[in-house]
């Protein structure tokens, strides 16, 4: 067991579930606990810890209100939400919808603010880029940038490149980002005009629409909007490598003109590259330097894009092997666990030394 600045300490946690089986818990610091075997608890406001780590989607009404020194708050802060324009209606709106679904002790009438005033709170926070950072940094000394954690879906990957009468993609994520393909569905379907194409998508079979609460929405009804012939899958980490090294590219469809998706990390495409399958993605800054530090031109901006560089892929089985290769060699160079574990050691170095 590896000794830490954590051991002999009480720590506390704000998860995403209280189960810890949402991927933020096991991904992120859950993760981070698990291998370095650091206890901790479920933190409560009203109990004493030395150090409180807390969720993106934490009660940060309550928690900023603590004083300063103790507990030590670090705040994983995960998601774009300050790119986001002041008065934004969604944003505007977060804090009720948090407060309607229970998310929330209190109503937070100005929800931005309050993620503002955690940060100025926070002892270090932690995010999943480096544009974020740079905003952080305006509220908070200690920012530190922290991806996920991927080794759930084991070591395999793609080995046969071949692509047979059917062209078949694949994408995984959480449904409410499947407003992406909007951009992107009707290049879908002029390849699809082209040459029989199967999109698979390892998602949630349905979803809350409003605060992960209200307005239940079959994802394969949405789904069919996309394309005719696509299927959906109940996400698990045991069926997602499978369903991925059987398919002949991976899609990351993003809506640009959204901060918030514009604003995303490489998470997804590091997920694919790690499984060896050749990715396309939107333009976005994380995506378009991640692809560039790994020697790769598969950016979309328009839907132009989308479909020329979906034909270079589907008929270039060098470029589909070459560009599996290079995403492997990029994950296992610069996104070794030990890597991982290092940052987040540092994250509670800077608090607690």
């Not at 994802?219 to 997602?240: D, G, K």
Request: with cysteine; glycine share 6%; proline share 5%.
């Amino acid at each position: 067991m590896t000794t830490t600045v954590l051991d002999g300490i009480r720590v506390g946690y704000v998860p995403y579930s209280p189960t810890l089986d949402e991927p933020g818990d096991r991904r992120r610091f859950g993760f981070y606990a698990e291998r370095r075997g650091v206890p901790f608890e479920i933190a409560r406001p009203d109990e004493d810890y030395d150090v409180v780590v807390l969720c993106a989607t934490a009660d940060i009404g309550t928690w900023r209100r603590r004083p300063p020194g103790r507990p030590k708050l670090v705040y994983d802060l995960i998601d774009s939400y300050l790119a986001l324009p002041r008065f934004d209606p969604t944003s505007l709106l977060r804090g009720a919808a948090k407060f309607a679904a229970r998310q929330t002790q209190s109503l937070v009438l100005d929800y931005r603010k309050a993620i503002e005033d955690m940060c100025r709170r926070a002892d270090a926070v932690v995010c999943s880029t480096e544009e974020q950072r740079a905003q952080i940094l305006a509220l908070c000394d200690e920012v530190h940038v922290i991806l996920d954690a991927h080794t759930e879906l084991g070591g395999g990957h793609k080995t046969d490149f071949a692509i047979g009468d059917t062209v078949h993609l694949v994408w995984e994520g959480l449904p409410y980002t499947l407003t992406g393909f909007g951009g992107i569905a009707e290049a879908l379907r002029e390849l699809a005009s082209e040459r029989p194409v199967a999109l698979h998508l390892v998602t949630d079979l349905s979803f809350a629409k409003y605060a992960r609460r209200f307005g239940h929405v079959s994802t394969e009804t949405m789904a069919r909007r996309i394309l005719p012939s696509t299927y959906v899958y109940q996400w698990n980490h045991h069926l997602l490598p499978r369903i991925v090294t059987g398919c002949d590219v991976a899609v990351i469809p993003l809506d640009l003109s959204d901060p918030l998706a514009r604003g995303k990390p490489e998470n997804k495409l590091l997920i694919f590259w790690r499984l060896g399958l050749p990715t396309i993605t939107s333009a976005t800054p994380a995506y378009r330097r991640t692809m560039q530090g790994c020697g790769l031109d598969l950016t979309c901006t328009t839907a132009q894009d989308w479909i020329a560089t979906l034909r270079r892929v589907i008929v270039d089985e060098d470029l589909r092997q070459s560009a599996s290769r290079l995403g492997r060699n990029y994950v296992d160079a610069h996104h070794s666990v030990d890597g991982l574990l290092a940052r987040w050691d540092h994250v509670f170095e800077s608090v607690l030394q």
